[in-house]
Structures are given as structure tokens and as C-alpha cells.
């Protein structure tokens, strides 16, 4: 039961480029949409998220885009660094009342960003 | 950090045998997760809790248990661990705001034999 589905699983960038990592839902009951970012060794740590109310989130270089209708939304990484080298989730939730925020992870996006 | 401690760290453990997981929290957070994370799975949901003593399953939830006794503590049990079940396990707490924020401690590695 495949019901988050990310793309690409690896992603090389050069220095001062844009990473783009798409994830598609298919549970329209999700609500909100979280990207999670895990460097190895530690545990994943929310990047950036958005609600449904939305199309868009800007947070410094990190963008989220959303699609409500074709339940897809993707992380943009504007001017990309080799810091930003990474693992990124994208896990879509339904929040509160009796779903307690389950977070449904995508398999996972593997940036390199060459200097 | 979010004040978040696992223990132990890393555990070898050999194929029969219970272990327990710690997750220790200095937040006063409400709502405490128990994934684990396998190449190419991404992070599973296994147990979550919502307050003392109400815990409930996750996605794969088949082998193991938990307890909520504190606030700040959330035990996963492995009541006769086996070798699909090495993995890295991870836990997470959220303030309560329907659970939106969830912050990861750095992990368990399990490796049974």
C-alpha cells in the first residue's frame, strides 16, 4: 500500500542550482504537509510545511508548491549548497483529533549538491 | 535539540530475545511516536501515544509493544526480537497541535542476530 509516493530517490545538484523533490498522496484526508530533512546519523528534523488553504510557502531558499486537485506538492531548494546535502521526507498528515498526526512517509529524496 | 534522549544507542541483541527501547522527553509534550526506518521504506509508524496510558498501533505494529506510564517516558517492547526487526528506531514527540510538529530523537540502531 503505496500511499505516499516521492520522486526522484537521488538528486545531484551543482552549487547555486535549484533541487526540486515531488511527493504524491492519495489519502485526501491528509491536511497538512510537512518536509522533514535527515542528515546521516540523526534523526529526521522538520524543514518546512504547508497547509491546504495554501499554494504556496516560502521560507528563505526552501519553497513549498501545492497542488490540492492533483494531490501533489514538492519542495524547491533555491540556490542550492553543498550543506543542503541530505535526505528529504516528505509525510503527509492528518492532523489532530483522533488521527493524532500520524506522519505517512515518503521513501525519501537523496540530495547532493556538488561544490 | 527538543530534549529528546534514546537508550541505548546502539544494541546487538540476539535472535529470541526481549529487548526494550527507551524514549526520554524533558518537553511535557503530549503526544510521543515510535518509527523505525529501513533503506528504502522511508520512516514506519510502529506505536504512538496521546497521553499516559492511552497508546495505540501504528503501520507495523506486529511484534512489539509499548508503555506510557510518565509523561516523559515511552518504552517499546521487542517481546522476542527477530532479525527483520533490525533496524533504526526512532522516536518523536509533538507538542499537541494535532500532532503538526513532531521532533525526532537520534535514534536507536538494533541489530539482531
Redesign the interface.
Known amino acids: 500500500q503505496q500511499q505516499v509516493k516521492?520522486s526522484p530517490q537521488s538528486l545531484i545538484v551543482q552549487k547555486g542550482g535549484i533541487s526540486i523533490i515531488n511527493c504524491a498522496y492519495e489519502n485526501t484526508a491528509f491536511d497538512?504537509f510537512?518536509w522533514y530533512q535527515q542528515f546521516p546519523?540523526?534523526?529526521?528534523?522538520?524543514l518546512i510545511?504547508i497547509r491546504p488553504d495554501v499554494s504556496e510557502k516560502k521560507e528563505g531558499r526552501f519553497t513549498i508548491s501545492f497542488n490540492k486537485s492533483a494531490k501533489q506538492f514538492s519542495l524547491h531548494i533555491m540556490d542550492s549548497q553543498p550543506g543542503d546535502s541530505a535526505t528529504y521526507?516528505c509525510?503527509p498528515?492528518k492532523?489532530?483529533?483522533t488521527?493524532?498526526?500520524?506522519?505517512?512517509?515518503?521513501?525519501?529524496t537523496i540530495l547532493t549538491v556538488h561544490p | 535539540d527538543a530534549g529528546i534522549t534514546q537508550s541505548p544507542r546502539h544494541k546487538v541483541t540476539e535472535t529470541g530475545t526481549p529487548v526494550t527501547l527507551r524514549c526520554h522527553q524533558t518537553e511535557n509534550h503530549r503526544y510521543m511516536y515510535w518509527y523505525r526506518q529501513d533503506p528504502g521504506h522511508g520512516l514506519r509508524l510502529i506505536h504512538y501515544s496521546y497521553g499516559v496510558k492511552d497508546t495505540d498501533k501504528g503501520e507495523v505494529s506486529d511484534g512489539y509493544s509499548v508503555s506510557r506510564s510518565k509523561t516523559e517516558d515511552f518504552l517499546l517492547t521487542l517481546e522476542s526480537a527477530t532479525s527483520s526487526q533490525t533496524s533504526v528506531y526512532f522516536c518523536a514527540i509533538s507538542p499537541g497541535t494535532g500532532g503538526r510538529e513532531q521532533y525526532f530523537g537520534p535514534g536507536t540502531r538494533l541489530t539482531v542476530t
Do not use: D, E, R
Open positions: 516521492q497538512y510537512p546519523g540523526k534523526g529526521p528534523a522538520l510545511a521526507f509525510a498528515q492532523a489532530g483529533g488521527s493524532y498526526g500520524k506522519l505517512t512517509f515518503g521513501q525519501g
